[in-house]
């Protein structure tokens, strides 16, 4: 199922950003989040685990 993609190799310098809500970050649009963009708060797997699980119990 490889589909070759235009997008892939045409890098746009100009892809939207957002700040990470756990880390602060500034991330950009990836193509995993083409669908749900707008619902993206975090700028990778591990912030989001970061935000679910980060808890006074936790002690971290
Ligand atoms: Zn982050």
Do not use: H, Y
């Not at 490889?2 to 756990?22: G, S």
């Amino acid at each position: 199922m490889a589909k070759p993609q235009a997008i892939e190799r045409f890098r746009k310098p100009n892809l939207p950003t957002k700040d990470c809500a756990v880390c602060g970050r500034p991330f950009a649009w990836r193509k995993k989040w083409a669908r749900d963009w707008a619902e993206v708060k975090f700028c990778s797997d591990r912030c989001r685990g970061d935000s679910k699980t980060r808890t006074p119990a936790d002690g971290a």
